[in-house]
């Protein structure tokens, strides 16, 4: 499936040409038709043979409407770029000729229009070559010119086979398996609700499939689709499609969201972009200028935080990160159009490196600028990388999205990563695009075990007499999600940066020691303790005693085994006392509460709260008023 749309300056011909190749007039609004000028975006189709359908956009020439033209054309897989041999090219012939150009559209056809109002055979000569002129260094330097009067059908059947030459060159649209579709148009059908057009890009839908707009994240559901006016089950990547959405009013939809499938895509109100200035604008590109960026259908004002310059001149290029109004649904490498808002004024454009940076960059740093090189001319695997490196530790799939490979090349890049060693795989399974296994870059892996290093060091050093972290508070430290917690907790244990227990992580070389102190009122307690083993201080007196961290520090070495909140035993007594109920029950099958106290000649609290302790780990069941092993 293929969409070519036209470029070129107001009453050059676009409408009628399309409507000589299609035999349906573009311009549908009743002003359109009255003023005989397009204002909005038109739509067609066509066959061509080899190609099958042909998607056709079609846009507003006037500078009045060069924002509505913006919403149109950056889905088309080759541009007409369509000059009236009457007149010759004209300022929006060059300034359509410039986005088409900025927007790396890949290839496109000429067409000089109204060669029957030519004065002579030698005029289309004179203009054929200003065009050439004009296209020579841009995207269509080798485009071909074809010479039409549409009016009489001159010149179609050749425009035909050039476009089919061109279409059938181009690749196909990939499948990405996460689908968008930038909306360009909103209306509403009797009998059906609301519908959406726009071209499909990256993946599929398909007639039943759960939908998000974005940025709103309102939901529906998709209840049909159409290519070309003719239903369909499935809409395949580079097709021309409307959208029947159920669960959606008209009001609640608008041009520049964008149909995706729940949870494959975030809005982003800030970008990073390498941009290209146009040589002919009126004042350099300063840092804190507004702008409006244009990407996909959307518009929306935006910042400019010009990086490592003070700002852009004239047909220059460089970093910039946009501080966008309003949020946007963008993957690197995407491509955005950025004008002055007043004066109107088309500034230049560029490609998106990264679609969500992790915040506002230090303008003159140089490892920002060296990411971004990174990005801009970066192979697969640098790609990969640097999406990898964007976050401590995520899935697979996630790092994968963010880079905007296809599967095929992520695959490739993903095995020359991990043989190099830089990118760790966290958990075991095959490592696949579209995998849900945590990986982390390995600059990133050194930088959480030094951070790890340093957190339980300082722990240490704070709280010398506490065994170690407890794990929350260390994974809030960290500011880790608790899956990717354990997985980097695990690593670390297995690379001795820590050692683990089930509620506390701490370092391999940390000992709680007494100094003589300490050790001198630990003794004395553990007196007390044992002149009255059944019936020892209550865990408020020791820690009157002791105070409370060299107390939990008594708990944590096991000397000290609490039962309840307030019911501590030394462990030798303890023990001795599992020992004594489990004899007992052995013997007589059961044992009652008042047995055991008899048993340890103490009183009923000390006991309830011992033998509920036994209950909770397993070693007795209660059965009414007594007690049985548990098997």
């Known amino acids: 499936m293929r969409v070519i749309g036209t470029a070129g300056h107001v009453d050059h011909g676009k409408s009628t040409l399309i409507a000589a190749l299609t035999g349906t007039h573009p311009d549908r609004l009743k002003e359109e038709q009255e003023r005989e000028m397009t204002i909005d975006l038109g739509f067609g189709w066509m066959e061509l043979p080899g190609v099958g359908e042909v998607g056709i956009v079609d846009v507003p020439g006037h500078r009045d409407f060069v924002e509505n033209m913006l919403a149109g054309i950056g889905g088309i897989d080759a541009a007409l770029l369509v000059v009236a041999a009457d007149e010759g090219v004209m300022p929006q012939t060059r300034e359509h000729l410039a986005i ?50 549409a009016r009489t059908q001159v010149g179609l059947d050749e425009l035909r086979e050039a476009l089919q030459r061109v279409l059938a060159a181009q690749p196909e649209r990939p499948d990405l398996g996460r689908p968008r579709l930038p909306i360009d148009r909103v209306f509403t059908m009797a009998g059906f609700g609301t519908v959406v057009t726009g071209t499909l890009t990256d ?40 959208v029947n959405i159920g669960g959606l009013e008209k009001g609640d939809v608008a041009r520049g969201e964008v149909v995706v499938h729940p949870g494959q895509y975030r809005a982003s109100r800030r970008l990073d972009m390498e941009v290209s200035l146009l040589r002919d604008i009126s004042r350099p590109l300063g840092h804190g200028n507004e702008v409006k960026c244009f990407l996909g259908t959307s518009e929306t004002l935006a910042t400019v ?66 990411s971004l090189a990174a990005l801009a001319a970066g192979s697969p695997a640098e790609l990969l990388m640097e999406a990898a490196l964007a976050s401590p530790a ?45 990986v982390i870059a ?33 994974r809030s430290r960290l500011k880790l999600p608790s899956r990717v917690f354990g997985a980097v907790i695990a690593r670390l244990a297995t690379e001795g940066v820590l050692v683990e227990s089930d509620s506390s992580v701490s370092s391999p070389n940390h000992t709680v020691t007494f100094n003589q102190d300490q050790e001198r009122l630990v003794q004395r307690l553990l007196q007390k303790f044992a002149a009255n083993p059944y019936a020892p201080p209550s865990r408020k007196e020791c820690e009157d005693e002791l105070g ?59 006991i309830q709260a011992l033998l509920e302790h036994l209950d909770a780990i397993g070693v007795t069941l209660r059965e009414g008023d007594a007690r049985r092993l548990r098997h």
């Open 203 to 242: 993946g599929r839908l398909g007639v039943g499939d759960e939908m998000e707009l974005l940025p709103s994240g309102r939901r529906g559901r998709i209840r049909g689709l159409q290519t070309h006016r003719r239903a369909e089950s499935e809409a395949v990547p580079g097709s021309r499609t409307a």
């Open 394 to 438: 995520t899935m697979i799939r996630d790092i994968v999205k963010r880079s905007g490979l296809s599967d095929e090349l992520a695959s490739a890049a993903i095995s020359e990563l991990k043989e190099t060693g830089r990118l760790l795989q966290l958990e075991a399974g095959d490592l696949s695009p579209r995998g849900d296994q945590i």
């Open 305 to 370: 935080r010009v990086l490592g310059l003070d700002a852009l001149p004239p047909g220059g290029s460089g970093y910039v990160q946009l501080e966008l109004r309003s949020p946007v649904v963008a993957v690197r490498g995407d491509r955005c159009i950025l004008r002055r808002p007043s004066p109107g004024e088309t500034l230049g454009g560029g490609r998106i490196l990264d679609p969500e940076p992790q915040g506002r960059h230090r303008r003159f740093s140089e490892k920002v600028l060296g």
């Open 548 to 606: 409370d961290e060299l107390l939990s520090a008594l708990i944590d070495s096991g000397r000290l085994i609490p039962v309840s909140a307030e019911v501590l035993f030394r462990r030798e007594d303890y023990e001795g006392m599992v020992a004594k109920i489990r004899a007992a029950i052995t013997a007589k099958t059961t044992i009652t509460l008042a047995e055991v106290r008899d048993l340890f000649d103490t009183s009923r609290k000390y």
């Open 100 to 149: 088409l150009d900025l927007l790396k559209i890949p290839a496109g056809v000429i067409v000089l229009t109204k060669i029957d109002l030519a004065p002579e055979p030698a005029w289309l000569d004179l203009v054929e070559a200003d065009v050439r002129a004009l296209i020579a260094g841009t995207q269509l330097h080798d485009a071909v010119c074809v010479r039409v009067a």
């Open 442 to 474: 390995a600059p990133s892996w050194s930088a959480v075990a030094d951070r790890a290093r340093s957190l339980l060091d300082a722990y240490h050093r704070q709280f010398p007499l506490r065994k170690g972290v407890p794990r929350e508070e260390f």
